[in-house]
């Protein structure tokens, strides 16, 4: 629901008013501190958001992936970023991956515990001999 924000030119308090968006053209504001109607809306902070692609790219600079050698958890975050801006749920080995990550454990360890994971099935994927 929409709360506005607005400064008093009698008194220069500033006070918040929710005002639904149908009534906003016909509503009357008044200060509560001091009853004027000269009142004046304050527009807030506008936030910017990036575009997914870009914000994809720098995710995956060489440069900012190097930092994560190290650090599984921020690697765990990193990744979770990722699938939030593909919007795409990578399913269940994905979310059991990226957890064990953002709890500690090492790509080695996750390695050792899943050895299956990112293999193909071998019959599907060797090619028919002639």
């Known amino acids: ?3 506005y924000d607005f400064r008093c030119l009698k008194c220069r308090k500033r006070f918040e008013r929710f005002i639904a968006y149908a009534d906003y053209e016909t509503t009357q504001v008044a200060c509560p501190h001091c009853g004027a109607t000269e ?3 304050i527009i807030g902070r506008v936030r910017v958001a990036r575009h997914s692609m870009q ?4 995710i995956a600079d060489p440069d900012n992936l190097d930092q994560l050698e190290n650090n599984p958890q921020a690697l765990g975050r990193t990744m979770r970023e990722m699938q ?3 919007g795409e749920d990578m399913g269940g080995e994905f979310n059991e991956v990226v957890d064990r990550l953002e709890k500690g454990q090492s790509p080695d360890e996750i390695d050792q ?5 990112g293999v193909e099935n071998s019959a599907d994927s ?3 001999a002639s």
């Open 1 to 3: 629901m929409p709360n």
């Open 39 to 41: 009142v004046k809306r």
């Open 55 to 58: 914000h994809l790219a720098q």
């Open 84 to 86: 939030s801006e593909l």
């Open 113 to 117: 515990a899943f050895p299956d994971v």
């Open 126 to 128: 060797t090619p028919e």
